[in-house]
T-cell receptor, first 112, second 112 residues
Framework: KAGVTQTPRYLIKTRGQQVTLSCSPI?????VSWYQQTPGQGLQFLFEYFSETQRNKGNFPGRFSGRQFSNSRSEMNVSTLELGDSALYLCASSLGGWDEQFFGPGTRLTVL | QQPVQSPQAVILREGEDAVINCSSSKALYSVHWYRQKHGEAPVFLMILLKGGEQKGHDKISASFNEKKQQSSLYLTASQLSYSGTYFCGTDSLSGGYNKLIFGAGTRLAVHP
């Protein structure tokens, strides 16, 4: 069974730009969650999508948005990038709810 | 809101035991434990649900005190492969959303 995949793996952007990250969950998983990981803040929950609907969200500004498609693939968008957005962005998929989550390898975003 | 993990770091010799604690100020539905090795994605260890149900790996044990909103992860007869950062995640209701909030992590190093 293929694991969670994320693309791209590395990304360098400049302040003010926007970025879209992609996550393909394990086949059959309908829940996709996104996390931001930084050395200072640890793992921070961004949002969770289930069957194309945002079901839960963390405390991030509106510049962070996401969506989920009918095949459960999910994208996360960050607009007007700031230096502080530099982080590892992880997505995780599960069958549903806060069940066992399978994390992808992450996308390392650097904002210059 | 972020659960508090203790200790922040542990150094063990192979075969020694360790306990990692996680406490929250909020009422919890469940507690999740993950281990992340350097440069890798977090990997699921265990979920402890309100009411006593547990899902996880046979070689890992943990407890969940619902009244005290605390959980402990027990690592016995540690092996080199146990090294990594352990995160607890607490599932609670906040602002109308169910959020999985992770602690800052406990770094565990096991030496021969």
């Amino acid at each position: 069974k293929a694991g969670v995949t994320q693309t791209p793996r590395y990304l360098i952007k400049t302040r003010g730009q926007q970025v879209t990250l992609s996550c393909s969950p394990i086949s059959g998983h309908r829940s996709v969650s996104w996390y931001q990981q930084t050395p200072g803040q640890g793992l921070q929950f961004l949002f969770e999508y289930f069957s194309e609907t945002q079901r839960n969200k963390g405390n991030f500004p509106g510049r962070f948005s996401g969506r989920q498609f009918s095949n459960s693939r999910s994208e996360m968008n960050v607009s007007t990038l700031e230096l502080g957005d530099s982080a590892l962005y992880l997505c995780a998929s599960s069958l549903g709810g806060w069940d066992e989550q399978f994390f992808g390898p992450g996308t390392r975003l650097t904002v210059l | 809101q972020q659960p508090v993990q203790s200790p922040q770091a542990v150094i063990l010799r192979e075969g020694e035991d360790a306990v990692i604690n996680c406490s929250s100020s909020k009422a919890l539905y469940s507690v999740h434990w993950y281990r992340q090795k350097h440069g890798e994605a977090p990997v699921f260890l265990m979920i402890l649900l309100k009411g006593g149900e547990q899902k996880g790996h046979d070689k890992i044990s943990a407890s969940f005190n619902e009244k005290k909103q605390q959980s402990s992860l027990y690592l016995t007869a540690s092996q080199l492969s146990y090294s990594g950062t352990y995160f607890c995640g607490t599932d609670s209701l906040s602002g109308g959303y169910n959020k999985l909030i992770f602690g800052a992590g406990t770094r565990l190093a096991v030496h021969p």
